[in-house]
């Protein structure tokens, strides 16, 4: 799996057990063609270091970060930082490999929301019964689902509608009343 090395820093079990199970997920989540990891852990005075390297077909990852605290809060920190990389790194990729190349990001489609008029959606006399009474142009962007997420919570909207970068469908992405949120997509 990973080359873990200690400079001035015993690896313990439990450390090497640890950044295995990060870089794996890591690994597994956002990339699948990686040649090499390599993991450096030293301690200099009071800083614990955590430095990772990770080698792959398309492309390199590397990233450095220090704890005052332990050594399992750098290893946390760089862990983070890397996976930031990586989907940064994952997203890059996937833009440049799509066959319409820019072309993808710039693809907008407007969803008109039609207004029916009352006779078309219930009886006469029929009061109780929901209308739709306003209408909305919606631009659907392609962007992830978790790209979708970060802007539905950020947004005062309760969903948003977009093209996943990954299926190239329309999808919905909803907050629910629990709190959490809901994604309705098309069967593939």
Known sequence: MATVVGRNFEVTPDIRALLEKKIGKIQEKLFADVIEVRCVLQV?????ICEVIMVG???DVKTAQQSDESMQDAINMAVDHLKRQ???NRKKLRDHHRKDGKQAKSRVTEWAV???EPAQLRESGDHNRHRIIKT???PIRPMSIEEAALRLEDSKNEFI???DVDSDKISVIY???DDNLGLIAPEV
């Open 161 to 163: 509608v977009f093209r």
């Open 175 to 177: 907050k629910r009343q």
């Open 86 to 88: 990586a989907q940064k």
């Open 57 to 59: 077909k398309d492309h």
């Open 44 to 48: 200099e005075k009071y800083r614990n």
């Open 136 to 138: 909305n142009n919606l």
């Open 114 to 116: 039609q207004v029916l």
